[in-house]
């Protein structure tokens, strides 16, 4: 199985940043696809970045130009670092591997932006 651990959310000033980190442990095969969704209250979860283990990236055109994502392959880790925060990027965020036919979650971390 897998299991992944999330870290690096919390509270923000509009124009601020944040680094989230998610490290997986377990079954991981070496190709694969890393990244993070979000979801706001009452809204559905939808994909902010992926990076897929060959380093293609996909962003959501909302975050374009403002986040990076990154990863290091031989720690199984994929990083966010999000920058020029504003207050609609408030949002639980959840790190995504997916492998195979698999798809794993984390258990998500909160970013608020406060205005």
């Known amino acids: 199985q897998v299991q992944l651990v999330e870290s690096g959310g919390g509270l923000v000033q509009t124009g601020g940043s944040l680094r989230l980190s998610c490290a997986a442990s377990?079954?991981?095969?070496?190709?694969?696809?890393m990244g993070w969704y979000r979801q706001a209250p009452g809204k559905q979860r939808d994909m902010v970045a992926r990076?897929?283990?060959?380093?293609?990236?996909s962003y959501a055109d909302s975050v374009k130009g403002r986040f990076t994502i990154s990863r290091d392959n031989a720690k199984n880790t994929v990083y966010l670092q999000m920058n020029s925060l504003k207050p609609e990027d408030t949002a639980v965020y959840y790190c995504h591997l997916a492998q195979r036919t698999t798809v794993y979650w984390g258990q998500g971390t909160q970013v608020t932006v406060s205005s």
């Open positions: 377990g079954s991981i095969f070496s190709i694969n696809t």
């Open positions: 990076l897929t283990s060959g380093g293609s990236t």
